[in-house]
């Protein structure tokens, strides 16, 4: 950093305060106090006739292009955009599936902030980009300058795969990359906004003085729908009281799922059908009781309540396994964190399982640095406002199973269902802007989901019945049998009734003894549903990625034509929210 020269128009000892504070300032503390002395000098008269304005100068152009899946990129994304506005760059925010490889060609400076979907694949809106960039074809981008910020979660093997790849890309194809790649797990919020700001920094804004802001905190920063709206976010979740629940299923069926009904009569509080809801989940007491008695921690009240409700204790990734061997110093640990081994080892294990079979005495400072955050978990909402004002559905199917002799239950799942009426919740509203029921209510729709998947099509034709809007309506849903699982069976009856409901079709795979799926009456249906299609209609899938939603969006393709279904994607009238 260059001092002040001694002939600087101040005494001595004020020379050498200005530069002990210069040179430890970052860039972007030395822009707002470049902004902040242009304001008093404005506001004292300082620029007068002698004193003429330099000449406005020309704003950096950046783009922040994001990959978004459950919308933490495309949130970062939005947030990062206004900052750097603040801060003086002719900043814009463009999704990867609204860009082209143009968008790269004619961006000087690119932030890139992108998801990894499931096993190391880019987010569904992202795909075609993707697939552009990393095409034998793709132009040369000499001149573009970046930087790239990846999401991921370290629970699976292919951890910031995308973000990792499209870092290598830009980078083969010739552009500058001006500052390193940050992987972050689920974690990422606060080292998100230090990455953003010391990249920011590099970029080096062309009008400074329009920075007013000192370090970047992305709780100030407003939503982009309304900036006055009370925000409930992970970090600051709503208290919600348990009004209603109610287990769904049937006497002998092999599922568990419950209707959870929450009282959020609170200011602030909003959401539209397609938003999911965050739940902030708390861990079994005893399996934390387990996990301390491994480790020789014991009865530690303190330890086991920060545990219950702030730490993963049973998501077993590799990070860990070779942390644990690393304090530890134990090679048998340390094999199982190989490549060649990791995945076979944590198959249906958990935290328990490794702690249990390599017991080592930890301090609760070694245990908590071994443990990352505890993730909130994301519900589909199951209710429309407009059906019932001030409470919030969900529809959670509870997670058990068993594996190397323990039972297992899942986190958010369990602890849900072993709630009762009164208890209290912590939630918040995760938006969801790209499963949305058509802006024009006279639009037709087609909901096609499985089990606990129906959970956001419930709030579709809630929605619909409450604005009496006049589009029809067609719902595919599949379980395992009619008698125990059929959710909402009485509900879907009366939509029908009113009209609410134009069709229903429903595939139980356990009646017959050839198993009927979701896909096979959409076959089935052909021709109905291209005429549905050409009427206009949007179709809407919610369910498993890895088997019903593919199949689904397979069938759809064999219906439609794989060229006309993407060309529904691409318009908005093919959406889906898939797990």
Known sequence: MTALPKSAPFPADQIETLNSIVARATPLQRSW???????????????????????????????????????????????????AQKLGYDAKAVDMADATLDTLVAAKDIIVIAATWGEGDP??????????????????????????????DTAYANFCATGRAIDERLGA?????????????????????????????KF???????????????????????????????????????????????????????????????????????DAIGVIPENDPELVTALLDSVGLGADATLAQQLTTGRDITTLTRPLVQAYANLTGRADVEALASPDRFASY????????????????????????????????????????????GETHLLVGAVRWHSHGRARNGVASGHLAGRKRGDVVKLYVK????????????????MIGAGTGVAPFRAFIEERASTEAKGKSWLFFGARNYTTDFLYQLEWQDHLASGALTNLDVAFSRDQPEKMYVQHRIAERADALRGWIKDGAHIYVCGDEKAMARDVDKALGDVLGVEALDDLRKTGRYQRDVY
């Open 346 to 389: 944590a198959a249906d294990r958990q935290i328990i399982d490794l702690l249990g079979e390599h017991r080592e005495r930890l301090s609760a400072q070694q245990l908590g640095d071994l443990l990352r955050p505890l993730p909130p978990r994301l519900y589909s909402v199951a209710s429309s406002l407009a059906a019932h004002e």
């Open 204 to 274: 080096q804004p062309a009008d400074p003085a329009a920075a007013n802001i000192v370090h970047i905190d992305f709780k100030t920063v407003p939503q982009e729908d309304d900036p006055d709206e009370i925000l409930f976010d992970a970090e600051n979740p709503l208290a919600a009281e348990i009004s209603d629940l109610v287990n769904l299923n049937g006497t002998g069926s092999s599922s568990e799922t419950w209707h959870l009904e929450f009282a959020t009569d609170a200011a602030g509080w909003t959401y539209a059908p397609g």
């Open 123 to 152: 987010p569904q809106r992202a795909a075609t980009f993707y697939k552009s960039l990393m095409a034998d074809n793709a132009p040369r981008l000499d001149g573009v300058r970046f930087a790239v910020l990846a999401l991921g």
């Open 33 to 83: 106090l470049s902004g902040f002395l242009a304001g008093v000098d404005a506001a004292h008269g300082g620029t007068t006739a002698q004193q003429p304005l330099a000449p406005p100068r020309v704003k950096s152009r950046l783009t922040i292009l994001y990959g978004s899946e459950t919308g933490n990129a495309e949130s970062l994304a939005l947030k990062a955009r206004k900052v």
């Open 173 to 201: 194809l010739g552009a500058q990359r001006i500052a390193d790649r940050a992987d972050l797990d689920l974690d990422f919020s606060k080292k998100a906004a230090g990455w953003t700001e010391a990249a920011l920094g």
């Open 431 to 446: 938006p969801n802007r790209h499963f949305r029921l058509p802006a024009d209510s006279t639009r037709p729709i087609v």
